[in-house]
């Protein structure tokens, strides 16, 4: 993984419904208001900041944490319930900094996802393997709308 540079979109997923299954797209809009389209996180509910409005994950740590759990066992990066996975560059673990998707997208970084039990259901010992350095991702905020595909360039941008 490198700090500067670019990387790049490895995935696209979202859920239509709050605990339904998670679809893996190959290209999706998204924007401001709307978040990922169809994606049920997506939409800020009024009086909110839209804090966990779009996650992103490092396939770096998420084969970090497979590894630490001795192997996927049939676990792919959508069980972690991420909007995104990028490769090849390092997410800030600091809010307000913002990652670049493509020609237009930005998303400010509000938080670390910590992950949550629902991760253990899945695979015991998997929360815990998600939690050290921000390996659960980011939960973001969409500040500026982009359409986005798999093999998008990936940058942060200060």
């Known amino acids: 993984m490198t700090d500067m540079g670019a990387g790049r979109l490895d995935g696209i997923a ?3 419904v709050s605990r339904g299954p998670m679809e893996v797209l ?3 809009l998204v924007t401001p208001d709307m978040g990922l389209e ?3 996180r997506g ?3 009024e009086g909110k900041k839209g804090n966990r409005q779009i996650t992103v994950v490092e396939a770096e740590s998420w084969a970090a944490a497979m590894q630490d759990l001795g192997g ?3 676990l792919v990066w959508s069980d972690r319930r991420a909007n995104l996975l990028v490769s090849g560059v390092r997410l800030p673990r600091e809010a307000g900094k913002v990652i670049a998707i493509g020609k237009g997208l930005r998303i400010e970084v509000r938080c670390e996802c910590d992950p949550c039990s629902r991760m253990d259901a899945l695979r015991e010992g998997l929360r815990a393997a998600l939690t050290p350095d921000w ?5 973001g905020r969409v500040i500026s709308e982009g359409e986005i595909a798999v093999g998008d360039e990936v940058r942060i941008e200060e």
């Open 14 to 16: 979202r859920h239509k």
């Open 26 to 28: 190959d290209r999706a």
């Open 38 to 40: 169809g994606d049920c």
């Open 43 to 45: 939409p800020v509910p």
């Open 72 to 74: 996927a066992d049939g």
């Open 135 to 139: 390996r659960g991702g980011i939960c």
